[in-house]
């Protein structure tokens, strides 16, 4: 048997790799923020085991998940706006689609020099939290805790959707799905984020070879190989159309920038990379930028090739599948592989919200449990979080992913304005090298990204944005809140400041006991080496057991004075906790600390058979008392 006491911690003290943090902080000061208690060292973790962190192909599986599976609906919602204009404006489809990865271009640049900026991540919530301030970084970081939350129940629910497309028997129990296929990639992401990315790798690939395969044979068709897909489907092409104006293209653009949610991931998980990791997180960043726009204007092109026309029921990428390679095998394993990436693009927001959320509580905004990491490199309480708000989420939307997608793209970019604001101030205050030509470059990002955020939140204000705009500032004010109490009970424990000269105090340690056993004895004898004087007390509910108890202790002698506390209701934990707070009142003690001795079980089943004493002890002495309080266990 062996033995451990387990001191109750104080409130609010800091995470157990606080102390070794606050030296590498305060290194990376200039590039990442002053650090604050809390620690910086678990950001990078340059001593982290490198086999369960990402390489560079497995970072496009972990954290790319989210920006491939947009394939399937930006296209398509940039089809629906000009479908307003009728064919005429469908002709625009190319151009808008351009114009979008003239955006993912310039996002891709700048998120590269944010990762080599801020190797610890956050991404936008690093860049403002530098360079534009502490309330416009806060900001950031809400936008993007919606944005990760949304982007796995809108991925769950479309991947759902799919699935029960293709099987309508399915349909009524689209809820269930979605809490099963949530659970499944919450479950895979608890064993690491490099198990999950070797989890995720082959169903990326199998999507990404087949919308390329799409493109490929389609540009070598004269004709639509088949339109069986579309048959029997009614257009939802306006008969009444409407002049491509400018607030038309604005819409299409805005609703066609969804499909660049997810870009911004890699810049906020590079901890997660292997060594060297910011060369691998830029180049992650390179090939998801290159992959998506290729994809998005190959479909762009192939969309006005075979004059495709929406349709209810059916997708435009499956109208494009259908015409590219036919209504056969080929067909049916595009739709198949889309229903996987879709289901399980959640593993973007898996691998960049709980690194954010790291970043968050190493600053003192969020509890420092969100800054712990478990064995496998896995910010485990960021992610069980974030599965529990979005199954709210599946729960509350009834699995129906219309009533989610107009909010998608709002938080995220907010968070590309902000990034690419604060990254411009970041080449004036450092003038690099063609420092000019950054800022420029960023500036023109910030002005697109801008007004992509505007008209998102105009268009759809109705449609659910009004719960985003009050969601970003009450996020604030949480994130503020959290970080005014940090900053009481620093102030209560000094810290920062060099304590007073050591005083001795007198003590006195409390020792709970129902019976004389070696529980009993070892628990007297650790009190002994704890405090000045040591007391044992009992509650007395049973004459009978008491009168026995009495004469063992006078028989045992352990010199140790047992005090017997009356109580006529049969209770435990309250008549120890009022007899505690009757010697606090008497001032004889400087220190009053209460010792419980318990029994812990070697395995899980045998908990069953605790009678809990000592947890109803600790709960009563905690809630009534301010005294110390210490668990020895005594592992069986």
């Not at 607030?247 to 901890?271: I, Q």
């Amino acid at each position: 048997m062996s033995q451990r006491t387990t001191p109750a911690p104080a409130a609010g003290a800091q995470p157990p790799d606080a102390a070794a943090g606050k030296a590498g902080a305060d290194r990376k000061a200039g590039a990442a923020g002053t650090a604050t208690a809390a620690g910086a060292a678990g950001a990078a973790d340059p001593g982290g085991d490198d086999r369960h962190r990402l390489s560079v192909l497995g970072g496009l599986a972990a954290l790319s998940l989210d920006a491939m599976a947009s394939v399937a609906y930006g296209p398509e919602s940039i089809v629906l706006v000009l479908a307003a204009a009728g064919a005429y404006g469908l002709g625009f489809t190319l151009p808008v689609t351009v114009a979008i990865a003239v955006l993912l271009a310039v996002l891709v640049a700048s998120y590269r020099q944010v990762i080599a900026a801020f190797p610890d991540g956050g991404g936008s919530y690093a860049v403002a939290k530098e360079h534009l301030g502490r309330r416009t970084a806060l900001t950031a970081a809400a936008s993007l805790v919606i944005d990760y939350v949304l982007n796995v129940a809108v991925s769950v629910t479309a991947g759902v959707a799919a699935l029960t497309s293709a099987v309508p028997g399915l349909y009524g129990d689209r809820v269930w799905l979605c809490l099963g296929v949530l659970a499944l990639v919450t479950a895979v992401n608890l064993r690491g984020i490099a198990e999950s990315a070797r989890w995720f790798m082959a169903p990326t690939a199998v999507f990404v070879l087949s919308i390329l395969t799409i493109i490929v044979v389609g540009l070598f068709r004269d004709a639509p190989a088949s339109t069986a897909a579309a048959a029997g489907h009614a257009s939802v092409l306006t008969e009444n159309a409407t002049a491509v104006g400018a607030l038309l293209l604005l819409k299409a653009f805005a609703a066609g920038c969804s499909a660049l949610t997810g870009v911004e991931a890699v810049a906020n998980a590079v901890p997660s990379f292997r060594t060297p990791g910011v060369k691998r997180a830029q180049r992650t960043e390179v090939a998801l930028g290159a992959l998506l726009g290729v994809m998005l204007i190959g479909l762009a092109v192939l969309i006005g090739r075979f004059h495709l026309q929406p349709v209810e029921g059916v997708t435009v990428l499956a109208q494009l599948a259908d015409a590219s390679l036919g209504h056969g095998a080929g067909f049916y394993l595009v739709q198949f592989a889309t229903v996987v990436l879709l289901g399980l693009a959640a593993n973007t927001s898996f691998g960049g919200l709980p690194v954010l959320m790291h970043l968050l509580a190493r600053d003192n905004h969020l509890p420092h449990v969100f800054a712990l990491r478990a064995d496998r490199q896995v910010h485990r309480h960021g992610v069980l979080f974030l599965a529990a708000v979005s199954a709210l989420l599946l729960v509350g939307s009834g699995g129906d992913v219309n009533s989610l997608v107009p909010l998608f793209a709002i938080g995220v970019f907010v968070g590309f304005t902000i990034c690419q604001v604060g990254m411009v101030r970041h080449w004036a205050l450092h003038r690099p090298a063609r420092w000019r030509a950054k800022a420029a470059l960023n500036g023109f990002g910030a002005l697109l990204t801008g007004t992509a955020t505007l008209v998102v939140t105009g268009t759809k204000f109705t449609e659910g944005a009004w719960g985003i705009c009050l969601a970003l500032p009450l996020l604030v004010l949480l994130f503020e809140a959290v970080h005014r109490s940090y900053a009481r009970i620093g102030a209560r424990l000094e810290l920062g400041r060099v304590p007073g000269p050591l005083t001795p105090q007198r003590s006195l340690v409390v020792v709970p006991v129902t019976a004389i056993t070696r529980l009993t004895r070892d628990g007297l004898s650790a009190a002994l080496s704890l405090g000045d004087e040591v007391m044992a007390v009992t509650v007395v509910h049973d004459p009978v057991e008491t009168e026995t108890l009495r004469r063992d202790w006078e028989l045992w002698q352990p010199g140790v004075p047992l005090v017997e506390i009356p109580d006529e209701h049969r209770r435990l934990g309250r008549p120890i906790a009022d007899f505690v707070n009757g010697l606090a009142t008497e001032h004889a003690y400087d220190r009053l600390t209460v010792l419980i001795p318990e029994v812990e079980p070697v395995r899980p089943w045998q908990r069953a058979l605790q009678n809990r004493r000592g947890a109803v002890i600790d709960r009563a002495l905690r809630r009534h008392t301010d005294a110390v309080v210490c668990r020895l266990r005594m592992r069986m």
